[in-house]
């Protein structure tokens, strides 16, 4: 799985309105929560992005004339496991169904697309036809650009709750 993390710098806006937020928040703990809420949104936004590109793509190489759709299947999941772990948030960017045939898979918006890791990968009978890597890397200027202003948005939006007693 290619796994990608990033650090942003710079973001002293950010910072100087998360300290606003604690401040106005009567409960510290309530502002806590809103922080958590307000990152996990601006991230699910960013995941979004990469998510819409990779569909773009898979819809270029999809065959029309079959049940089977990889692009219907391609979605977006918090892993809330490795944020109990670590406290770090992480989105999961794949194709529904996994790597083999089930018949669970049917039941997918796009059917059972469990072929969709022979296409981005390759075998040794037909070279790769990546969809979910190209898209990562085509969106993600666009995608930390969707974190930053999404995140921005949200702070301000908890900081108004957290002004009115929105607690």
Do not use: C
């Amino acid at each position: 799985m290619l796994d990608v993390s990033f650090e942003l710098k710079g973001l002293d806006e950010l910072e100087r309105k998360l300290n606003e937020l604690k401040e106005t928040a009567i409960n510290k703990n309530y502002a806590e929560e809103e922080r958590l809420k307000t990152i996990r949104f601006a991230m699910r936004k960013a995941a979004n992005v990469i998510r819409n590109k990779a569909i773009e793509k898979a819809k270029a190489f999809d065959d029309p004339n079959t049940d089977t759709a990889v692009w219907k299947n391609i979605r977006v999941a918090f892993d809330g496991r490795h944020f109990r772990r670590t406290g770090e948030f992480r989105f999961k960017i794949g194709v529904a169904g996994g790597a083999t045939s089930k018949e669970d898979n049917d039941s997918n918006k796009g059917g059972d697309t469990y072929y969709w890791r022979f296409l981005e990968f390759g075998t040794q009978h037909m070279s790769a036809k990546p969809f979910l890597r190209p898209a990562m890397q085509e969106s993600m200027d666009q995608a930390i650009e969707t974190f930053y202003e999404e995140y921005k948005k949200s702070i301000d939006r908890a900081i108004r709750k957290t002004s009115r007693g929105g607690q």
